[in-house]
């Protein structure tokens, strides 16, 4: 099974690539994971990675491909993968799907977790997090008993910079310019799943298990 994993921040793909790789035993990866793993060990890509960070750049397209590839001819992929995070772009589907024919593969499905932008903002918007403990807390769905107090450790609770109304809207924006446009690239390829992210966590999930069998 070879599935990409699309949705904006917030939608809950975190929750679903966890039941996915579970359900059907493949290997979830993220770009995130494969930037700090080469940064970490300090691999050839991993030093043009850090490279650009350090000096806050961008990733470019070319090398973000690079090292998906040599992520999926890893033996832990033969079986299978839940791309998240990749493609982001147009370019980056592209190339991914000329990668996949030239290597005689093609992917199963794309999922893609549809989530009305008011309520992205107010499940962002809303969240918690304790600075000493790292519990995490929602001011609508999981509050704490003793508002800014950690219920585990009367630690003091926050809100994460990334998480005011202001940089959530700025996130959204970014996704829908740039990786919304992979929705139809996918359509036309016949692979798009579109699920409703507003439905519990069970029935999302139920929706992707009913398309996938």
Not at 156 to 177: F, G, M, P, S, W
Request: with cysteine.
């Amino acid at each position: 099974m070879r599935l990409i994993l699309l949705g904006p921040p917030g939608a809950g793909k975190g929750t679903q690539a966890s039941s996915i790789v579970s359900e059907y035993g493949i290997t979830h990866i993220s770009t995130g994971d494969i930037f700090r793993h080469n940064i970490k060990n300090e691999t050839e890509l991993g030093k043009k990675v850090k490279s650009y960070l350090d000096n806050g750049q961008l990733v470019p397209d070319e090398l973000t491909i690079d090292l998906v590839w040599d992520r999926l001819s890893k033996d832990d992929c033969k079986n299978g993968f839940l791309l998240d995070g990749f493609p982001r772009t147009i370019n980056q589907a592209e190339a991914l799907q000329k990668g996949l024919e030239e290597r005689g593969l093609k992917l199963d499905r794309v999922v893609n977790i549809e989530v009305d932008k008011n309520i992205l903002v107010k499940r962002l918007s809303g969240r918690r997090v304790c600075k000493d403990c790292g519990t995490p807390y929602h001011v609508d769905v999981n509050p704490t008993k003793e508002e800014g107090v950690c219920d585990k450790c009367s630690g003091e609770v926050i809100q994460r910079a990334d998480d005011n109304e202001k940089t959530v809207l700025d996130r959204i924006e970014v996704y829908e310019n740039q990786t919304f446009p992979l929705i139809e690239f996918y359509t036309n390829l016949g692979l798009i799943l579109t699920v409703d992210g507003t439905l519990p966590i069970e029935d999302v999930f139920s929706q992707i298990k009913e398309s996938l069998s």
